[in-house]
């Protein structure tokens, strides 16, 4: 008997997460794209949109009501948080699964919630309903959630390099210090001054030097995942002049007795079977890894932990494409484990080198 496609609208098809979907359930063997919704560019095709998708899908961006229900069997909300938020409330006992890619459920507290979206109005009631997390760190709770919203690009990044630490080791984090920098294409297609290429070209910009609310979040799912387990959590983020791709290196301080081999031995241990989460020796390559351009257009996370004797810490680095695993490839696999298919389908692709 033959499967039944499933059916993938998408909200926000004009931006880069969005342009991404679209190129990555054209490709998948069992998703069929039937909406394409947004509040701009209506009436206008994908190709008119995204010069790298030169093909006919037949569709055309469409306003969005409550009818969307009737045409899609799962949604990605590419959209400001605010719209996300607005656009759950209304689809949420509505049939499909929403799959939101913003921040506008993300942080499940009220009060941290507030304090780094404050333009974002939700219900608690709606929130607690999201089921929130990386795939390989909530995998067994994905099948049956109807309301899913991804973490942020530098939280993937973040919570990956950390988790073995915490959820493996058992490991008490008194200080967790951050540092990330992310290629231009994070701040999406909204221009900004700073955003011209005369100023964002050959720039290390520190547009969050004191904190960022991917931190916020990132600090929130490990205290429902293992209260206490994080001290004091800091970040400082950098924009630089590469597009796509980031980087995070966090750097964890411990009273705990640890070592080079071990710290190893835990994160091969912790991502055995996960097949997108590549642990990596700095040195194992041609190039010191992790480093973004090694994953681009691929949804791996590639992971590498160290320890510095002289200051006994520990160094955790993480880089991913911030459209694939930071986004729209993290939506897919998401919606591959909640429709029980094979977590790599539609995402098989490597990544592109040089770029």
Request: aromatic share 6%; hydrophobic share 40%; glycine share 10%.
């Amino acid at each position: 008997m033959t499967r039944r496609m499933i059916r993938a609208g998408i909200v926000g098809a004009s931006g880069l997460a969005g342009g991404d979907l679209i190129r990555l359930i054209v490709q998948h063997p069992e998703l069929e794209l039937t909406f394409l919704g947004g509040s701009s560019n209506l009436g206008r095709r994908p190709a008119e949109l995204h010069p790298g998708l030169r093909m006919d899908l037949g569709l055309t961006v469409e306003a969005v009501t409550e009818d969307v229900a009737d045409k899609v069997d799962v949604l990605f909300l590419a959209t400001p948080a605010p719209v996300s938020a607005d656009l759950a409330n209304l689809l949420a006992d509505k049939g499909p699964t929403i799959i939101d890619l913003s921040g506008a459920f993300r942080i499940r507290t009220p009060e941290l919630h507030d304090r780094w979206y404050p333009k974002v109005n939700r219900s608690t009631e709606l929130a607690d309903r999201f089921v929130y997390g990386v795939p390989e760190l909530i995998a067994d709770q994905l099948p049956q959630a109807s309301l899913i919203s991804l973490p942020g690009c530098y939280a993937t990044s973040i919570t990956l390099a950390l988790a073995p630490l915490t959820l493996e080791l058992g490991l008490d984090l008194k200080t967790v210090v951050i540092d990330g920098k992310s290629g231009s294409s994070g701040g999406g297609l909204s221009m900004r001054k700073t955003d011209l290429h005369p100023l964002r070209n050959g720039a290390i910009a520190p547009y969050s030097p004191t904190g960022h609310r991917h931190a916020g979040e990132v600090r929130d799912f490990f205290e429902r995942a293992k209260p206490g387990t994080i001290g004091s959590l800091s970040m400082s983020a950098y924009g630089v002049s590469h597009v796509r791709g980031l980087m995070t290196s966090s750097y964890v301080f411990t009273d705990a007795e640890v070592n080079q081999r071990d710290l190893h031995r835990a994160y091969t241990r912790f991502y055995k079977g996960k097949q997108f989460v590549r642990v990596r020796r700095h040195n194992e390559t041609l190039i010191p890894v992790p480093d973004p351009q090694a994953v681009l257009g691929s949804n791996y996370c590639d992971v590498t932990v160290l320890y510095d004797e002289e200051a006994k810490r520990i160094v955790a680095l993480a880089a991913l494409d911030n459209l694939v695993k930071g986004a729209a490839g993290q939506a897919i696999q998401a919606a591959n484990l909640r429709f029980e298919l094979p977590e790599e389908s539609g995402l098989t692709m490597q990544p592109v080198m040089p770029a």
